[in-house]
């Protein structure tokens, strides 16, 4: 309502009678707000006082992809801390469709959600400033926005990859292939220049990288070429918990065993042949943060766009012991 009140050269009161349709303000004073409103994209948010009388409301998540367990957890924590505000969730999977998200965005803002927490998809997404200005917040997860700026709870990529190549390196291997998802993802392309930096600090191969998306057939191919070399590939850093179940099934059917490290850990990671060694993320607490970071923007709490960083973990296992 402040930036309204700007455009128009009115008070906030004047704007706020206005979007109530209160009487009391003059036809042409009327017709400035209301084009205020329509060049910022002004949606009357009633969230924010129904939250502060203690009402129920609702909040929107939107990820990448509800089946993926990742998501799933993430889900899972944000829910709740969302029913300990008296809040519902209405989630849904934009399955890396930046048309679907957009949809999403707006059947949720139709619902007079309370405000949004988002795994973008790929694009720019300025759309969501004239939501922010008219008080909707929106916390992105996993990946930041692109064109915006807003809060953030993110992983830090850069130390997990550095972290599962230094394990290899100790291990003895010294041409480690690198399998990631789709480098257009914002943490796919983060993880690759981690995985550059780390082998090039080491003084390794940085060029043993093949980027997503990946199919077990697309693997197994690769994982002949890189072994076929009179110096061959030994190990794989995997970039997240799907390719990591895709490259086991593409060594089983190659009748490979090199040792492997994957970003994220999965069901069922301790229980295959080997144990899978892996780099933890904690999604339970990246949701938690992000649920928590909105419920204080949604009680008033100001100030510039967080980030907030979350640390990985290396879960040591078999398969990393492999040579």
Same mark, same amino acid.
């Given at each position: #309502? !402040?930036?309204?009140? &700007?455009?128009?050269?009115?008070?906030? &009161?004047?704007?706020? =009678?206005?979007?109530?349709?209160?009487?009391?303000?003059?036809?042409?004073? &009327?017709? =400035?707000?209301? +084009?205020?409103?329509?060049?910022?994209?002004?949606?009357?948010?009633?969230?924010?006082?129904?939250?502060?009388?203690?009402?129920?409301?609702?909040?929107?998540?939107?990820?990448? $992809?509800?089946?993926?367990?990742?998501?799933?957890?993430?889900?899972?924590?944000?829910?709740?801390?969302?029913?300990?505000?008296?809040?519902? *969730? %209405?989630?849904?999977?934009?399955?890396?469709?930046?048309?679907?998200? =957009?949809? %999403?965005?707006?059947?949720?803002?139709?619902?007079?959600?309370?405000?949004?927490?988002? !795994?973008?998809?790929?694009?720019?997404?300025?759309?969501?400033?004239?939501?922010?200005?008219?008080?909707?917040?929106?916390?992105?997860?996993?990946?930041? /926005?692109?064109? *915006?700026?807003?809060?953030?709870?993110?992983?830090? $990529?850069?130390?997990?990859?550095?972290?599962? !190549?230094?394990?290899?390196? /100790?291990?003895?291997?010294? $041409?480690?292939?690198?399998?990631?998802?789709?480098?257009?993802?914002?943490?796919?392309?983060?993880?690759?220049?981690?995985?550059?930096?780390?082998?090039?600090?080491?003084?390794?191969?940085?060029?043993?990288?093949?980027?997503?998306?990946?199919?077990?057939?697309?693997?197994?191919?690769?994982?002949?070429?890189?072994?076929?070399?009179?110096?061959?590939?030994?190990? *794989?850093?995997?970039?997240? $918990?799907? %390719?990591?179940?895709?490259?086991?099934?593409?060594?089983?059917?190659?009748? &490979?065993?090199?040792?492997?490290?994957?970003?994220?850990?999965?069901?069922?990671?301790? #229980?295959? +042949?080997?144990?899978?060694?892996?780099?933890?993320?904690?999604?339970?607490?990246?949701?938690?943060?992000?649920?928590?970071?909105?419920?204080?923007?949604?009680?008033?709490? @100001? @100030?510039?766009?967080?980030?907030?960083?979350?640390?990985?973990?290396? !879960?040591?296992?078999?398969?990393?012991?492999?040579?």
């Amino acid at each position: #309502m !402040v930036d309204v009140a &700007k455009r128009a050269a009115v008070s906030v &009161k004047t704007v706020s =009678r206005v979007v109530n349709g209160e009487e009391g303000v003059r036809p042409d004073t &009327k017709a =400035r707000v209301d +084009e205020a409103i329509r060049q910022l994209g002004f949606r009357r948010n009633d969230s924010a006082s129904d939250l502060r009388r203690g009402r129920a409301e609702g909040i929107g998540l939107i990820v990448e $992809n509800m089946s993926d367990p990742f998501y799933s957890v993430i889900g899972a924590a944000v829910e709740r801390v969302a029913r300990l505000q008296r809040h519902l *969730l %209405l989630m849904g999977s934009a399955e890396g469709s930046a048309e679907r998200e =957009r949809d %999403l965005t707006g059947a949720f803002l139709s619902r007079r959600v309370a405000g949004l927490i988002v !795994v973008p998809a790929i694009e720019d997404h300025h759309w969501l400033a004239a939501e922010l200005a008219a008080g909707t917040p929106v916390v992105f997860v996993d990946r930041p /926005a692109s064109g *915006l700026s807003a809060d953030a709870v993110l992983t830090d $990529n850069d130390a997990g990859v550095r972290s599962a !190549v230094e394990h290899l390196a /100790a291990r003895g291997h010294r $041409n480690i292939g690198f399998l990631g998802d789709n480098p257009e993802f914002w943490t796919a392309g983060q993880r690759l220049a981690a995985f550059g930096s780390a082998t090039a600090a080491l003084g390794l191969r940085s060029d043993l990288t093949a980027m997503g998306p990946h199919e077990v057939e697309g693997i197994a191919a690769l994982v002949e070429t890189w072994t076929r070399d009179s110096d061959p590939v030994t190990a *794989l850093v995997t970039g997240n $918990n799907r %390719l990591s179940v895709t490259a086991l099934r593409a060594l089983r059917r190659v009748g &490979k065993r090199l040792a492997l490290v994957g970003f994220d850990d999965f069901e069922l990671a301790d #229980m295959v +042949e080997p144990a899978v060694t892996v780099v933890a993320q904690d999604p339970a607490a990246m949701g938690e943060q992000a649920a928590h970071l909105l419920f204080r923007r949604l009680a008033g709490e @100001g @100030g510039p766009a967080r980030t907030v960083v979350l640390p990985t973990r290396l !879960v040591v296992r078999d398969s990393s012991h492999l040579v």
